[in-house]
């Protein structure tokens, strides 16, 4: 039994869902978004409830039942409320900024690194915080994880690039004689 394709969606009235087949477009007060799910999982919407369930219950069925309910739930919380990742930077010497269209990072390097940020994303820098976000879950992850993979935290001074949140398990210095 899969929890997670078991449990219904709640469509808020400000979405509007169109589904052809195993194609599914969000509209909502912040875009548009579309995916498609495997075609082993049926749905059925009824009084702004979303349902899912599946026909079998072989391991793969069972797998696509819960992704493709994570899928289109991810697209109605994005296109509602959207969502966001933040980063933090901890080293003597490092910095970050926002120039045009990319991420420029001061992290040690011998040159500045440069990320490009795709459309659809906002990446905003409050000091040593930095935000990213925008209404596709995945996109948001990917770009958030490319800045972190810069300078992933090093665990004896806990410098570099992390997750607001995230536990860095720190390692002792060398022992002296």
Aim: hydrophobic content about 30%; glycine content about 12%; aromatic content about 6%.
């Amino acid at each position: 039994m899969s929890r997670v394709g078991n449990k219904p969606i709640h469509v808020p009235s400000s979405v509007e869902i169109t589904m052809e087949g195993s194609e599914f477009t969000v509209k909502g007060p912040r875009g548009e978004l579309r995916c498609t799910i495997p075609s082993s999982v049926k749905y059925d919407l009824d009084n702004g409830v979303l349902k899912f369930s599946r026909d079998g219950n072989r391991p793969q069925q069972r797998s696509d039942h819960g992704l493709s309910r994570a899928m289109v739930n991810n697209l109605v919380v994005g296109v509602t409320e959207g969502f966001t990742k933040q980063l933090e930077l901890f080293g003597t010497g490092y910095k970050w900024e926002v120039a045009g269209q990319e991420v420029v990072l001061n992290v040690g390097h011998s040159h500045p690194v440069k990320i490009p940020i795709p459309d659809g994303i906002s990446v905003e820098i409050k000091g040593m915080r930095c935000e990213v976000g925008g209404i596709d879950k995945q996109a948001v992850g990917f770009v958030a994880a490319q800045i972190r993979k810069c300078r992933p935290v090093e665990p004896y001074k806990g410098k570099g690039i992390h997750y607001v949140g995230e536990y860095v398990r720190r390692k002792p210095g060398k022992a002296g004689v």
